[in-house]
């Protein structure tokens, strides 16, 4: 079967970093993406790999291997605003996104 | 419209009546999907079309059924609803059914409540 695994709550400092994991196991990659969801909101898109190694966005970077069916997303200068579920999704053979159920993150002024 | 809408923004539903959620995008993208959002589960697709005129069954596609008759819309439909499908549904577009890192854009949602 398919799965992608997140740890369901992290709880973080305003102003410090924090990496968010998730493992897959998937039939075929395709892509791996990382969105954010603020509690009654709709998903929003913050980062796409499709090779290994690091992406960088201004605060957000996302890693990945391959090889190890894994993927983080390190989140730096943390604010407020950056408490959201953190939701990983993999691109399988079918071209079809495969979900995590997300990472919702805390954050403590 | 800028991006994609959903109504209604949330529903209570007897068991057993029929039920259509519309989306609608204005941006032009080939490839919609449907999904559901239950706590502790991630997003389930329910069904997707890649292109107007053509339509295919996701991960949980029981008790639904959606039409894709052009590019914009992408009704979805429980014909005779139940309990179980009482969850918050997700309507998303993308640039192309998964060249690239065309990203989904979501719609804000449908919570339905079917009691």
């Known amino acids: 079967g398919q799965n992608i695994d997140q740890p369901t709550e992290m709880t973080a400092t305003e102003g410090a970093i924090v990496q968010i994991n998730c493992t897959y196991q998937?039939?075929?990659?395709?892509?791996l993406f990382w969105y954010q969801q603020h509690a009654g909101e709709a998903p929003t898109f913050l980062s796409y790999?499709?090779l290994d190694g690091l992406e960088e966005k201004g605060r957000f970077s996302s890693f990945l291997s391959r090889s190890k069916g894994y993927s983080y997303l390190l989140l730096k200068e943390l604010q407020m605003k950056d408490s959201a579920s953190y939701l990983c999704?993999?691109?399988?053979?079918?071209?079809?996104?495969?979900w995590g159920a997300g990472t919702k993150l805390i954050i403590k002024p | 419209i800028a991006g994609i809408t959903q109504a209604p923004t949330s529903q209570i539903l007897a068991a057993g009546r029929r039920m259509t959620l519309r989306c609608t995008q204005d941006?032009?993208?080939?490839?919609m999907y449907w999904y559901r959002q239950d706590l502790g589960l991630g997003l389930r697709l329910i069904h997707y079309?890649?292109?107007?005129?053509?339509?295919g069954k996701g991960e949980v596609p029981d008790g639904y059924s959606v039409s894709r008759a052009n590019t914009d819309d992408f009704p979805l439909t429980l014909a005779s609803a139940v309990p179980s499908q009482t969850s918050v549904y997700f309507c998303?577009?993308?640039?192309?059914?998964?060249?690239?890192?065309?990203?989904?854009?979501f719609g804000p949602g449908t919570r339905l409540t079917v009691l």
């Open positions: 790999n499709v």
């Open positions: 999704a993999v691109r399988d053979s079918n071209y079809q996104l495969i």
């Open positions: 998937t039939s075929g990659f395709n892509g």
């Open positions: 079309s890649n292109t107007a005129g053509t339509t």
């Open positions: 998303a577009s993308s640039d192309d059914e998964g060249a690239g890192g065309n990203e989904q854009f």
């Open positions: 941006m032009r993208h080939n490839a």
